[in-house]
């Protein structure tokens, strides 16, 4: 087998499964684009299997520490596995990530499933070239009525692969409904997985669109990005006195409205841009939600990045009423969770407010994190109450 061999030092030597090209003392055996290679250290001392793509900044990803082929029995037995993980991790199986690429050992590949429609995204070459294997397996374990490809990401760019949207299995599906079971009851989604922006559901919020329901009721609730009503319904179901829901995009807007209907709660949706909405808002609330797009990339656009979470923190804080909580979330792998809390606290004190720290989100267990794969963490939230003045 072709391979690379790794320099000292490099990432995978702190258990990482990425080689960048800096990290490459040499190639062998002539690996070419999509292939799975073998690794191995200076002194010619086996390090696993990857995947390779010398388009890509990160050349190569580990997918065993092991010798393995990328064939139907390795793909049975790591799909087999994830979907292991959420049918005991106690959240609804049907609704989940069923497979999240370094975090279950198949770099690249996303596995969304929405009742019994599954989405795939292969967004490494070599992923990409055993795609149809992939669906093959997962008809085989789910049964799904359809698979899709939604390969739409901007990450394929850097990849090399093309960006298309395509049925892999099954008939088209039309629009349908899913519940989620972030309140009592439930609380009902229009999916439209073939044009829907996002495909009309973040599954990796669906823990904290309970959690923060279960602080709305009787609350005047603002909800502030919020795509396609995931805070906002929970908040109404659960008993608020009022809900504003706001984003910049009129689609997701249009599917909030859809969404209250369709769940028989009022929620007043307006499409502004949140942070001009905030400046002039005048009215106070009790709960302020505010789960924005992630602000950067990059690590160059960080400082960037923190201005703008900044303004949001003040100019939210500064709408809430006595006893007022904020829950603020940011889904940056670059914003690390102390940065993150320390932005709300100095937005807190240029409010001239103290807040008192009532929980911490992280991510789903769909989401899993690893460690040793620091970027495997993005997601990370925290609600905060205003402590009275003093
Ligand atoms: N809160 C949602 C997920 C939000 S995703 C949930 O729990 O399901 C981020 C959303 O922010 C997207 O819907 C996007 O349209 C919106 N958005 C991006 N920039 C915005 C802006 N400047 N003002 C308002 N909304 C914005």
Redesign the pocket.
Known sequence: MAGIIIKPRARVFHGHDWVYGSEIKKTFGDPQPGDVISLKDFRDRPLGTAIYNPESQIVARRISRRKQKLDREFLLRRIGQAIELRERSGLDPRLARIVWSESDGLPGVIVDRYGDHLVLQTLTLAMSLHRQEIVDVLVELLSPASVILRNDSPMLVAEGIEQETLMMYGERPDTFVVEAPSVEGGVKFEIDLMDG??TG??LD?LD??REIAKLAKGKRVL?????????ALACAKAGAASVTA????ES?IEATRRNAELNGVEVNAVQ??????LKHCEDQYDLV?L???SFTKNKKSLNNAMRGYKEIHLRGIKLLDRDGILAS?C?SHHASRELFLQNIVSASVDAKRSLRLIASHGQRLDHPVLPAIPETEYLKGFVLQLVPSR
């Open positions: 922006q996002k559901l973040y919020q904290a669109h909800d502030c990005f919020c795509n396609q009503g995931g805070f706001v984003d910049s995009s997701a502004h841009n949140a942070f001009d909405f939600i789960d924005p797009p979330y889904c």
